[in-house]
């Protein structure tokens, strides 16, 4: 079975990570990385800050729940692409999720999208002992 496509679209912390790997590097060698990361944490408000460690923890849920069989990725909700699959996917709210390319929610209803990989899991499951049935029939 293919893993399951988890996309689940959030703001992020943009400045947490410099993306000018020359000026991480410089950072790093002066011994400030970590003081200039705190520094960037500390500019974002503390709701934000709390809305984003709950969809932390969720997510690392997720991932050891389902393992191999679901792959999170995080979208960026203020990128180009963030905004294309909110747009698509009719899904306008933090956070957004969407799983395998078909099932979309906004908000916190975390218990619907949970479902929706649960019965993506058993409809993969179905279609396995089909495809094994069919097989066996075949080879008898």
Known sequence: MNPILLEVIAPTLSGLGLSCGGCNMMLRQAGVEQITRDS???EFPEEWKQ??????????RISSLY?????????DAQSPL?????????????PAFIVDHRHACAGWNTDRVESFIDERI???CQ???EAARA????CD
Not at 51 to 60: G, H, T, V
């Open 127 to 129: 279609s396995m002992e």
């Open 82 to 94: 963030g905004i294309w699959k909110q747009i698509r996917h009719r899904v306008f709210g933090s």
């Open 135 to 138: 097989k066996s029939d075949f």
């Open 67 to 75: 393992k191999h069989r679901v792959h999170v990725r995080l979208i």
């Open 122 to 124: 058993k409809n993969a």
């Open 51 to 60: 809305e984003w460690a709950r969809l932390s923890q969720w997510m690392d």
């Open 40 to 42: 960037f944490c500390g």
